[in-house]
């Protein structure tokens, strides 16, 4: 299994073959009209393909004279399998396909960085506005923040807006972001940040772990150590 998970994930990391599999999503297609949709060769669309064609991702073949190109999505059967750990697939259906490619594009493109400080400053945001909502959205279920008054899980995390804003202003600088697997990131940043009522700004670093879903980001551990 360990083989095959690293030809599809292989395949999967090129940006062109990602963009491939989501036109072969809507239908089968012959090789000539996915070429057309990207600029550059033939020669280099076939390569390609070549590699999905490996990974078992696509088929292809031959009717007539022309080469049509077929999604295969039980081919992820094994990649979904190990993604259950995370709880984010139940299995190699076409929703789950597309979920992942998205994941994919975002996990290992040069917008990590920029989604995850979003995501993360939607909760800051959400404590500054005190939209108990939009914090509950942002965390999964299962989620725990260790803090230095203990460990919260997400109705503790959420339970604090009940009165309430808690933050009045914070900011986010020095963030770092790591990918540790498909649709799995780590954040670090500092936290710059006064509380509702306090005068005193309050500084700490953050290490926040992320999961990609297909609706968005989702924080499942978050700790915070106080800036010294």
């Known amino acids: 299994m360990a083989d095959t998970l690293d030809i599809v994930f292989a395949a999967l990391a090129d940006p ?26 033939l020669a280099a669309i076939s390569k390609h393909l070549g590699a999905l064609d490996k990974a078992g991702l696509i088929t292809r073949e031959k009717r007539g004279r022309v080469v049509w190109c077929k999604l295969e999505p039980d081919a992820l059967r094994d990649a979904s399998v190990w993604m ?45 506005t005190g939209d108990a909502a939009a914090d509950e959205a942002a965390l999964h279920p299962s989620f725990l923040g260790v803090y230095t008054d203990g460990p919260a899980d997400r109705a503790a995390h959420t339970g604090q807006l009940a009165n309430g804003p808690t933050i009045a202003e914070f900011a986010i600088d020095r963030a770092q972001a790591m990918p540790l697997a498909p649709a ?34 989702v924080n499942l551990f978050s700790q915070d150590t106080p800036a010294r």
């Open 184 to 217: 799995l990131a780590l954040l670090t940043y500092r936290a710059r940040f006064t509380r509702m009522g306090g005068d005193a700004a309050e500084e700490m670093w953050v290490s926040s772990l992320w999961r990609a879903e297909a609706d968005g980001w």
């Open 84 to 128: 259950q750990a995370f709880g984010q697939f139940d299995g190699p259906d076409l929703d789950a396909l597309e979920g992942l490619l998205d994941a994919f594009a975002t996990n290992m493109g040069d917008g990590l960085l920029a989604a995850l400080v979003a995501a993360e400053t939607d909760v800051w945001r959400a404590l500054q």
């Open 16 to 41: 062109t073959r990602r963009r491939i599999l989501a036109l072969l999503l809507e239908d089968d297609m012959a090789v000539t009209d996915v070429a057309s949709a990207f600029d550059i060769s």
